[in-house]
């Protein structure tokens, strides 16, 4: 890679992730094909809002999530822990209906209408889930929960090829909206807003869009490339993402799991310009299928002990180092539940568009910080610029219709 070619695409995505920004707040529409989203049948119309653990992590499974999404960062306005529990009951209330669905009240000619009517006068459940996760800013002095913050939770490590801008960094909370159309997002967003007014301030929003399989297997991002081929699933995607009691973490966070989300921006005029060889070589992958280098087939598991000099898989491809596929590496694995995003234009002429990389795991350090480590000046650093995001912990599941968010949390 030629040093003054990374210099030069790292200058072009510098300061543009945000020149669409205004006060730190983006209302951003993603393109989603509707009636693939809707004539779907073998996706859910509902998920189950009650449960141990909240939806919207492992169901539905992360090949086959809804297609539409939006990642909304708040800062808390109370001052008091009593204001903050009664922000998280009306959050648990408005998310158990919005995720059932039904008839909102008629509260008059006299009153505003109960609902916008975005969805018109019923509410379908529509494949939505509300997943509710809490920032390291929660646990400051304002509401007494120093002593009970999760051991890990703090900023979002700056690493290096990282530009990290303030505006789309951080907040008290993330609520991760999604759902099989891009209108039951927004018609959520705007039903807890409106019930949470004065309680909570929108910091940050991207609104994001998943494709489907073309023609099969994975959805790609918009480097062309099928993302989270290799996502573990069943007990070992459960044994790698929950918190248990044995983590020396506080107990009310069992049953948790630490939320990284990365805005990635995705230079790709540059990135289009790179013959196919490169990008393959690059991610480790054939762009086709989605086969490793060394297979045929999306799902075919690389051999690199036969490739120990990395001549078909090379070493610092992206998959090689992100998953070595070693004994000591296994338990370093994350479940990704990433998106696609498009922001329209920046004010040089350039596409703002790229990636929301989400990551769930049981251990910030030994699981995403390890593997980051390892992708610090990889090849593929030249094409993509972190801009935003954070580290947060979601919160256990809401059990029954007697509990609400974050209830052990402030007992």
């Known amino acids: 890679m030629d040093v003054n070619r990374r210099s030069f695409l790292r200058g ?224 070992t995607a459960e044994s790698l993402i929950w918190v248990d009691a044995a983590q020396g973490e506080p107990s009310w966070a069992v049953g948790g799991s630490y939320a990284v989300v990365r805005l990635i921006r995705m230079l790709v005029e540059f990135w289009d310009r790179v013959s196919i060889n490169e990008q393959e070589r690059m991610f480790g992958r054939r762009r086709d299928s989605g086969a490793p280098l060394d297979g045929n087939a999306e799902f075919d598991v690389p051999d690199y002990k036969a490739d120990p000099q990395g001549t078909v898989i090379p070493l610092d491809s992206h998959m090689r180092l992100a998953n070595p596929r070693t004994t000591q590496t296994a338990d370093q694995r994350m479940i990704r539940r990433s998106y696609n995003y498009d922001l329209g234009v920046d004010l040089n002429g350039n596409m703002q568009s790229g990636h929301v990389f989400t990551c769930y795991q049981q251990d910030l350090k030994r699981q995403f910080e390890t593997v980051q480590e390892r992708l610090v000046d990889e090849p593929l650093t030249d094409y993509v610029q972190p801009f935003g995001g954070g580290y947060f912990f979601t919160l256990p599941g809401v059990r029954n219709a007697s509990d609400w968010y974050g209830s052990a949390l402030l007992a």
């Open 12 to 235: 072009a995505a510098a300061g543009a992730a945000g020149t669409v920004l205004t006060g730190g707040i983006l209302a951003a529409g993603a393109v989603v094909d509707a009636s693939t989203a809707s004539a779907d049948s073998t996706l859910p119309s509902s998920y189950p809002f009650h449960g141990p653990h909240q939806a919207g992590i492992l169901t539905p499974g992360p090949s086959d999530k809804q297609s539409t999404t939006a990642y909304v960062a708040f800062d808390v306005t109370g001052t008091d822990r009593a204001a903050l529990a009664a922000l998280f009951r009306t959050l648990t209330e408005r998310a158990r209906f919005l995720t059932s669905g039904g008839t909102p009240p008629d509260l008059g000619v006299g009153q505003p209408p109960s609902d916008s009517d975005v969805l018109g006068p019923v509410v379908p459940a529509d494949g939505l889930t509300v997943t509710l996760s809490v920032g390291s800013t929660l646990f400051d002095k304002r509401f007494g929960l120093a002593s009970r913050a999760p051991k890990l939770l703090g900023p979002m490590r700056v690493f290096p090829n990282d530009a990290l801008e303030d505006a789309w960094l951080g907040g008290d909370l993330l609520l991760q909206f999604c759902a099989h159309n891009p209108d039951t997002v927004h018609h959520a967003i705007r039903d807890i807003a409106k019930h949470t007014r004065g309680q909570m301030q929108l910091r940050w929003k991207i609104d994001g869009y998943a494709s489907p399989p073309r023609p099969s297997g994975t959805g790609r991002n918009l480097l062309g490339f099928k993302d989270g081929t290799a996502n573990p699933t069943g007990r």
